[in-house]
């Protein structure tokens, strides 16, 4: 706030006061901001500043300048405009001066009274008159100039003050507006309005002489100014506090409050029911909806309903609400738990018969249809509002919604009550956010009178909690109850002790979660115990299916049992569930005790179950089951809805079961389940090459190579081996290949041991891979063409177009390009035949590497190179980066170098975005030679030397000799000898291994 003018009047900013002038300059200063952001004419300035219109405006113009001056002090002497040819205008936000900022929330709080939200219209009350500071405004300007305007300023905080202790009596809070009254009738004594409201709050404080004395004060000052005669009402009110006629004196109150419109305390007693609402944290969006729907609506009366989990807050939701809105239903309100924490279901007679007893029948019927009668009866003509509480139907609750619109109900529920006709359902309770969660923690504690010196560990103890309310007010109750002992010490006995640390008196989350579970079918209680069994992360129809597989029950219907009674948290747009932490801690240890030994037979065919769908959506990605061998595991016999999901989109599929092949991969491990650990692992490897898992990869399997040694599962080792030395793989962690050669090695053997033919043909395939990432090239040529036959043996189509394209990539690097065109032209027809777009697509993008050797084949290049972009334009992934870099190295053969940059460069981005190191680096190495063409040697430098960290990074020593020896080159153009020799040097110490006929790059002889 930069302007107060509510009291003695104030500019200032960040803390700092401005020293105000005296005189002419303070009284135009003031009559600006009297008349803030409206044009004021000269004339009306002067004679506000000197009270006379004789003064020149040459003598304005002065005082003008040093009031822009004095606001200049604090950065706004800009707010003064000049109009010229008539006057100024201060110019000012609604938030920077009280005055404004007064109205503005004075306005609000009439809306807000429109909406018929007291709370709300108290609020914006309170914080309009906390803008006043004493009793006039502009105390310390010593000027009637502005007589009228402030007397309506005051005017304003009269009714607005009066409107704010009406609301108050209303809900009888009498003791907290009695000084606020004592000030303001002080201020205005002649006040009636004000005077009868604190004439009223003393009464009902129980202070009769403060009422006396008010009562004496008014009369006084009003004879002594007007010579009226007191209020009659007033008077009789005064007289009947003074004999201490109660009674009369509440008839009274009656009649003031019905003169002045005002909220009528009732005087015989209503219902009140409703039971005492905990300290809410994190609900106030939900708060806010609630209230709002809760208004009474002309037609008929609202059924509001909270839905979610036990233990997620809905009954604390509901009470707040309730408590807050009570004095919006002035006949009452009822409260009713429909069900126990047992399970126990409330007979709805019964709670008719409490109803009846609360709103004072006094003969309660016996027959359920005759209770029904007379609620309905006795509501009809009343304002009331029902609570209740965990209801387990639409039909149990339909009996206690009165036809009235004067009357709401509240209903809270583990389910959604879609039978429930004419009810409105808010969003379903989430358990609170980590702050929250913090926040309400500390509100348990510090309410029961504890200072917490440890705050280190609250964090820990909140996200053991899970963000369910309940056992964060266990947890706080649990660290008041042990005091002193440490946060440390409770977050150590919840995580050793787990679900059962959880209690404390009648709070416990165990009960909570098993009286959900009491409600439960067979068939979903089946499948909530099976999945507690498992660690996956989230479920679906298919883990249903497994789950329930043989036993004639319906998975979706049992899935969707479960996700309505929150018993599991549910996607909101597909099929797709989980637990929450302590529902799975209750289901697991609750299956352990009920299906004692049978844990392994359902964890062991739900991962055979995965492991199918896993094989099948490997399958679907290219058509058949391509780079993979499988166990001898048997198939599940899957529902076709299961399957159907897997073929709508394999890619997705895995994405959503990422997570849990990972966990499976692990637990099968764990559980000697070898066969089915290491296929899980081998038939997803695809999956996390395209998408570029390289954590999952290696993860996965790191655990399936180890249950396979550990369980002597040799042919198991040989082809996890394999699939963990892919170069995808190996390009993402750039790692020394000596080992993976050396595993490759043992592959290949294991498998010719075992007679696995198309196994062995992959690790002859993935072995050339390794050694001609190393810079080998003539063995893996003959490594490529074994691996062929074994591919063509075993009808492995996929399999042979890569060896095949290898093949290619490998003459190319020797050199041939007739034999790699040659080679590549074989690959691109199998791929055509088979009609696979994208593996066409990469064939073409060598051919095209392969043609740009020769300048009679540029037009045959650019043709190749067009096809890939064709598949892959569009694509975000490394696709497109291999179509950018075809295209760009085929600019740059043209001479065309803007739109080599432009490809290439983009190339190297989306290769980098997608861990492909190798095409990175040599996109990279395509920037220097458009550099180089281009006459600029520092930039290309920096480009090879770039791209030789990137090959080295990943283990790339092929092109990293590659990217040396061009590095080498150009630094020794540049005539920097020392280093050109270091980077020969490298050169040689990377083909130190190598044989002879496969070292490429030579040092030059001096």
């Known amino acids: 706030m930069i302007y107060r003018l509510l009291g003695e009047l104030q500019i200032g900013r960040d803390g700092r006061l401005v020293r105000l002038p005296g005189g002419p300059p303070l009284f135009l200063l003031a009559a ?58 201060l110019r000012v936000a609604d938030d920077e001066i009280d005055t404004l900022q007064f109205q503005r929330l004075v306005r609000e709080a009439h809306e807000t009274e429109m909406r018929r939200d007291a709370e709300g219209e108290i609020a914006l009350l ?10 006039r405004p502009l105390a310390n300007v010593p000027t009637e100039a502005f007589h009228q305007e402030l007397a309506r300023m005051e005017q304003r905080r009269r009714r607005a003050a009066a409107r704010l202790f009406e609301l108050e009596l209303g809900r009888d809070r009498h003791e907290l507006i009695v000084d606020e009254l004592i000030q303001l009738t002080g201020y205005y004594p002649d006040d009636q309005r004000l005077c009868e409201q604190l004439m009223i709050a003393q009464y009902r404080s129980g202070r009769p002489a403060d009422v006396a004395r008010a009562y004496e004060r008014h009369v006084d000052r009003l004879a ?49 029911q409703l039971p005492r609402a905990p300290e809410l944290v994190g609900r106030d969006g939900v708060i806010a909806e609630l209230k709002s729907l809760l208004r009474p609506r002309p037609d008929r009366g609202p059924v509001i309903v909270i839905s979610g989990a036990g233990g997620i807050g809905k009954t604390s939701l509901a009470l707040s609400v309730a408590n807050q809105l009570a004095d919006q239903y002035p006949d009452g309100q009822l409260y009713a738990e429909l069900s126990g924490a047992d399970g126990t279901v409330s007979d709805t007679t019964e709670v008719l018969a409490q109803f009846l007893r609360a709103l004072g029948v006094p003969r309660i019927p016996a027959a359920k249809a005759e209770r ?67 926040g309400l923690f500390l509100n348990v504690v510090r309410d029961a009178g504890v200072i917490l010196p440890d705050l280190d560990h609250v964090d820990e103890v909140v996200a053991l909690c899970g963000g369910l309310p309940l056992a964060l007010r266990i947890a706080g109750s649990l660290r008041v109850h042990d005091h002193p002992w440490s946060t440390a010490a409770l977050a150590r006995r919840l995580a050793d002790q787990g679900l059962e640390a959880f209690a404390h008196g009648e709070l416990s989350v ?87 030994g049978a844990a392994r037979d359902v964890q062991d065919h739900v991962y055979r179950a995965l492991l199918t769908l896993t094989r099948r959506a490997h399958a679907r990605l290219y058509g058949a089951q391509f780079d993979v061998v499988h166990s001898d595991v048997p198939d599940w016999d899957a529902p076709a809805e299961v399957l159907a999901e897997v073929d709508a989109d394999p890619l997705n599929w895995f994405e959503t079961e990422r997570e849990n092949i990972r966990v499976a991969v692990e637990h099968s491990a764990a559980l000697g389940l070898t066969s089915i650990c290491w296929d899980l692992a081998v038939s997803a490897h695809e999956f996390y090459t395209i998408r570029g898992y390289h954590d999952d990869w290696r993860a996965t399997h790191a655990a399936a190579l180890g249950a396979c040694r550990a369980a002597g599962d040799w042919h198991g080792e040989a082809l996890v081996l394999t699939s963990r030395n892919q170069p995808a793989l190996l390009t993402s962690q750039g790692t020394d290949e000596t080992a993976g050669v050396a595993e490759l090695e043992l592959a290949v053997r294991l498998l010719a041991e075992s007679g696995d033919q198309h196994g062995r043909a992959i690790a002859l395939r993935t072995l050339a891979n390794a050694l001609r990432r190393r810079g ?105 980066a291999y179509a950018r870099h075809g295209l760009g190295d085929m600019a740059l053969r043209r001479g065309a170098a ?108 001096r």
Request: aromatic letters at 8%; hydrophobic letters at 45%.
């Open 32 to 89: 600006l901001l009297v008349g803030v952001n409206r044009k004021m004419s000269k004339t009306e300035l002067i004679r506000a500043t000197w009270g006379t219109d004789r003064m020149s405006e040459t003598q304005l113009y002065k005082r003008i300048k040093e009031v822009r001056g004095l606001l200049a002090e604090i950065g706004r002497g800009d707010d003064i405009l000049n109009h010229h040819g008539f006057g100024y205008e």
């Open 372 to 438: 029904l009668s007379a609620y309905r009866t006795l509501l009809a003509r009343l304002r009331l509002l029902v609570v209740l509480d965990d209801a387990t139907s639409g039909a149990q609750v339909a009996d206690l919604v009165p036809n009235s619109a004067g009357c709401s109900v509240l209903v809270t529920s583990r389910e959604r009550l879609p039978d429930l006709s004419g009810a409105r359902h808010v969003a379903p309770l989430q358990p609170l956010r980590p702050e929250d969660g913090t």
């Open 776 to 880: 080998y090239l003539h063995r893996p040529l003959e490594l490529f063409q074994e691996a062929l036959a074994g591919f063509d043996a075993s009808g492995d189509n996929t399999g042979w177009w890569q060896a095949q394209r290898f093949l290619g990539q490998t003459y190319l690097d020797l050199g041939q390009s007739v034999a790699a065109r040659r080679a590549l032209a074989e690959a691109e027809t199998v791929a055509e035949e088979a009609g696979w777009t994208r593996l066409l697509a990469q064939t073409r993008y060598w051919i095209g590497q392969a043609m740009l050797a020769d300048p009679a084949d540029l037009a045959a290049a650019q043709v190749a190179f067009d096809a890939v972009f064709d598949v892959f334009g569009e694509d975000g992934g490394v696709g497109r």
């Open 510 to 596: 165990v009960r909570t979660i098993g009286a959900g579970f009491e409600r439960l079918d067979a068939p979903a209680r089946d499948l909530f115990l099976g999945l507690g069994l498992l660690p996956l992360r989230g479920f679906g129809l298919w883990t249903a299916a497994a789950l329930l597989d043989g036993t004639g029950a319906d998975p979706v219907a049992a899935l969707s049992q479960l996700a309505a009674r929150f018993m599991i948290t549910s996607a909101e747009t597909r099929p797709r569930y989980w637990f929450h932490d302590l529902t799975w801690a209750y289901a697991r240890r609750r299956a352990e005790a009920e299906w004692t």
């Open 126 to 135: 309170r914080r309009a008159l906390g803008l006043w500071r004493g009793p």
């Open 224 to 272: 002594a100014e007007t010579g009226a005669a007191p209020d009659q009402l007033l008077r009789a009110f005064h007289f009947a506090v003074a004999r201490g006629d109660r009674d009369a004196a509440d008839l009274a109150e009656l009649d003031i409050a019905r003169r002045r419109n005002m909220p009528v305390r009732l005087v015989a007693d209503v219902p009140r």
């Open 898 to 1005: 803007k739109a080599a940059e432009q490809h290439l460069a983009l190339a190297v981005s989306l290769a980098r975005a997608g861990a492909d190191a190798a095409l990175e680096g040599r996109a990279t190495l395509s920037l220097a030679r458009l550099h180089a063409a281009q006459g600029q040697p520092e930039a290309q430098v920096e480009m090879l030397t770039e791209a030789v960290a990137v090959f080295a990074r990943s283990g790339l020593a092929y092109l990293e000799v590659r990217a040396l020896a061009a590095l080498a080159q150009a630094q020794a153009t540049r005539g920097e000898a020392k280093a050109a020799d270091a980077a020969w040097a490298r050169v040689e110490s990377l083909s130190a291994v190598l044989p002879d006929q496969d070292r490429q790059y030579r040092r030059p002889a």
